[in-house]
């Protein structure tokens, strides 16, 4: 594709890092979310079965082609590499990723934050209904009348984060992948450049970890232990282990908290947030 200066796909679960990305290329073609509600639903169709890779592609073509983006970052590519590799033999592929634990609690952030958010301000998300089912196995709550916590959720979470990390090492071509830990944003920069094959000064170092989440609570120290552990020990430890020694020790000697105290305060902050957010656009209305 002559007119584009790179041709890359960020394909990070939600919350690694992923608006960060595209945000940094800002200097290029990027873009975070284009049409996410539009492919999260076929994208599931198909991990599902539903569809098969022809229907899938007839159904999002339009989407891609013609190419828009240097640098196309969507929640949901992750689920369909294989077809995008087949389309795009050159395309490169750039995999953001974090620890099981912080990577779990700042997606119910983003979804407590959907869930507290008053329905007729939260708009239509169709992402969150097709994608946020197959990720959480049908356990995300989006109820505004719910009060309860959400760590039923975190075993869900962890095996499918589980799974994305055994599956991309298999699916992405490794001469055409680069692998960015969330928290080394800042020092990958360089191998990010290069991988690119852009000069470095290009990145926009002011937007990393431009979209860090402003509320947040450690449900893995209020699930219970037991259950958490055992899923942990079957699909997590090893990864972890070898991508996050630090993390895995932490995890193992967590503690465990009490009380309904502390998720009381976290909704209050979220509520809270919620409300600031609802008046600065009531202003700018």
Not at 136 to 150: I, M, V
Not at 152 to 160: C, E, H, I, Q, T
Request: proline share 6%.
């Amino acid at each position: 594709m002559p007119w584009l200066r790179f041709h890359a796909y960020g394909v990070g679960l939600p919350k690694t890092g992923t608006t960060s990305l595209s945000a940094m290329l800002t200097n290029y073609r990027s873009g975070h979310e284009a049409w996410l509600d539009f492919l999260a639903e076929p994208a599931v169709a198909r991990v599902r079965g539903e569809i098969d890779d022809e229907t899938f592609w007839e159904t999002v073509r339009n989407r891609f082609v013609p190419l828009r983006a240097e640098m196309d970052c969507v929640t949901c590519h992750h689920l369909y590499v294989d077809v995008l590799q087949e389309k795009y033999p050159k395309a490169k592929f750039v995999v953001t990723y974090r620890d099981v634990r912080s990577w779990a609690n700042s997606l119910l952030d983003l979804v407590m934050l959907r869930r507290r958010t008053p329905p007729d301000q939260r708009g239509d998300r169709s992402w969150y209904r097709s994608y946020g089912d197959w990720i959480s196995e049908g356990t995300f709550s989006l109820d505004p009348a719910d009060d309860g916590d959400d760590t039923a959720v975190l075993p869900a979470l962890m095996r499918s984060w589980a799974s994305y990390m055994r599956v991309m090492p298999i699916a992405l071509p490794a001469d055409r992948t680069i692998w960015i830990k969330t928290s080394e944003f800042t020092a990958r920069v360089p191998d990010l450049a290069e991988f690119l094959g852009i000069p470095v000064v290009t990145i926009a170092m002011d937007k990393v970890h431009s979209n860090a989440t402003p509320a947040s609570f450690d449900r893995f120290t209020r699930a219970d232990r037991d259950v958490i552990d055992s899923v942990y020990a079957e699909h997590c430890a090893d990864i972890m282990a070898e991508h996050f020694p630090e993390e895995h020790a932490r995890f193992l000697d967590r503690p465990l908290e009490e009380g309904d105290d502390a998720w009381s305060d976290y909704s209050a902050r979220i509520d809270a947030l919620i409300a600031l957010a609802l008046l600065e656009t009531a202003h700018r209305s």
